[in-house]
Structures are given as structure tokens and as C-alpha cells.
């Protein structure tokens, strides 16, 4: 298993960008969270096999139709396996 820790920048809020995001983790069977962040960009936590973290990281970088994805910061951090499912957060939390 493997952790990482993603923050997409562009025009990722007010377009489903979250809904999409756990959409793709679940078909993938990734478990974390996603969330908006008060600045405007979309953050999100995810675990998985690391086959599936490089095809949901690829999902990432393309967007549901509406986005316009500029930047993904991805780091790599140690798996916590906290997480039962892939949730969307309120919004800045």
C-alpha cells in the first residue's frame, strides 16, 4: 500500500472536481479523502495499491470536463491506513 498527499491547482472548484475525485478513487478502490481548500485549490489524501495510486494520480491531472487542472503536487508520504472509504470534506477543514 501505498500514501499520497495531493494538492491540484487551476479551475478545480465549482466544476464537480470533488465529486469526480471520489468517484475515480472508488472504481479504483482507493481510500482517503478530498477536499477545497481556502485558497482555491482541491486537496486530497488517497491509499491504495500503487498500480491504482498511478492511474488515480492520472485521473488527477486530466479533470471532469469542466476543470482546468494547471498544477498536481504529489508527495509520497507513509501509509497510514486510516481511512475505510474515499470521502469528500467540508470545505477548508
Known amino acids: 500500500m ?3 498527499h495531493l494538492v491540484v ?3 478545480v472548484q465549482g466544476v464537480l472536481f470533488r465529486r469526480y475525485v471520489r468517484e ?3 472504481e479504483l ?3 482517503g479523502w478530498v477536499k477545497n481548500t481556502l ?3 482541491v486537496e486530497i489524501i ?3 495499491k500503487e498500480k491504482n495510486l498511478v492511474s488515480f494520480i492520472s485521473f ?3 479533470g ?3 476543470a482546468r487542472v494547471k498544477e498536481v503536487k504529489v508527495e509520497y508520504e507513509e501509509c497510514k491506513s486510516k481511512e475505510d472509504d474515499f470521502t469528500i470534506r467540508e470545505f477548508g477543514f
Open 46 to 48: 488517497c491509499e491504495g
Open 29 to 31: 478502490g482507493i481510500t
Open 39 to 41: 485558497d482555491g485549490d
Open 9 to 11: 491547482t487551476g479551475r
Open 24 to 26: 475515480m478513487a472508488r
Open 64 to 66: 471532469p470536463p469542466m
Open 2 to 4: 501505498k500514501r499520497a
Open 60 to 62: 488527477i491531472y486530466k
